[in-house]
């Protein structure tokens, strides 16, 4: 580019590179990054709705053998069938709930609030919509509240 204005884009999306994706074991530092193209766009959108701050990986592609390291759950989004469907991510100086609020808004996503940041991924609910991590233990929406997050995480978070 000669004007001077050149930005750099992701490999995947205009601010998602493949390597955010990677699942981190050793196995899998050759293996082709798969990361659903529609995941990446709804990223982006939450990206957007936040204040265009960046949205940092914590997790997006997993392997069967990492999953299991890391506790997923065995049929998780994580590990790509054949492509990636979910990742969990976190925004500095944003809190996980209000992350999960903006990512109910743009809709077409699953959604589990944990201290460390959320799980996203667009599997439809099976039945859950939504859920929490409460230290090791999760507690799906299902047969608690599954149309609306905000209802359903005061109803977890009620006295904890
Ligand atoms: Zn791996
Ligand atoms: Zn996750």
Not at 49 to 74: F, T
Request: glycine fraction near 10%.
């Amino acid at each position: 580019m000669i004007d001077g204005n050149k930005k750099s884009f992701g490999d995947l999306s205009t601010n998602f590179w493949k390597y955010e994706f990677r699942c981190p074991c050793n196995k899998c530092r050759r293996k082709k990054v798969r990361v659903s193209q529609l995941l990446t766009f709804k990223l982006e959108m939450l990206r957007i709705a936040l204040g265009n701050k960046p949205v940092i990986i914590l997790s997006g592609n997993r392997c069967p053998e990492e999953n299991e390291k890391v506790g997923g759950h065995p049929n998780s989004a994580h590990v790509p069938k054949p492509i990636g469907e979910g990742a969990d991510v976190k925004i500095k100086g944003v809190k996980p709930i209000d992350i999960g609020l903006a990512a109910e808004k743009i809709g077409g996503l699953r959604i589990g609030i944990a201290k460390w940041g959320v799980h996203l991924d667009i599997r439809p609910p099976s039945p859950s919509k939504f859920w929490v991590y409460v230290g090791k233990k999760i507690i799906y929406s299902a047969h608690i509240e599954n149309t609306s997050l905000a209802k359903f995480y005061k109803i977890v978070m009620k006295g904890r």
